[in-house]
């Protein structure tokens, strides 16, 4: 196997759940795996991978759920980390109500300045 890089890329995505997809592709060393604008728990999601390990997944979903906070977010949202299958790294799973889809995107991309990854 030849050494992998990770680049940013054109898909197609819902169109109720682009903006999201697209502001989370925005922080530095985010891969987006898969989203949906309503799924069968009748929420939208996102899923998305981050840095080497666990650690480093984990320490970016508090970074985000601490700054979403300080923002005052005013929608509901359940972000976790989860493994499946024989993945050797978790995923993150962002999901919140359709409706709150454009207010999540605004505060992460607020407070993607303050997200220091580098």
């Known amino acids: 196997m030849h050494k992998q890089t990770t680049i940013k890329v054109n898909a197609q ?15 530095s060393g985010v891969i987006t795996l898969d989203s949906c604008q309503q799924g069968a728990a009748a929420n939208a999601y996102v899923f998305f991978t981050f840095g080497a390990d666990w650690k480093d997944l984990a320490e970016l979903l508090q970074s985000i759920s601490s700054a979403l906070a300080e923002v005052q977010l005013s929608c509901g949202f359940i972000l976790t980390m989860e493994w ?12 919140c109500r359709p409706e709150h889809v454009a207010a999540l995107a605004d505060g992460i991309e607020r407070i993607i300045p303050i997200l220091d990854f580098s």
């Open 13 to 27: 995505v819902d169109e109720g759940i682009a903006r999201l997809v697209e502001v989370l592709n925005g922080i």
């Open 84 to 95: 499946w299958g024989s993945n050797k790294k978790p995923r993150a799973h962002l999901s």
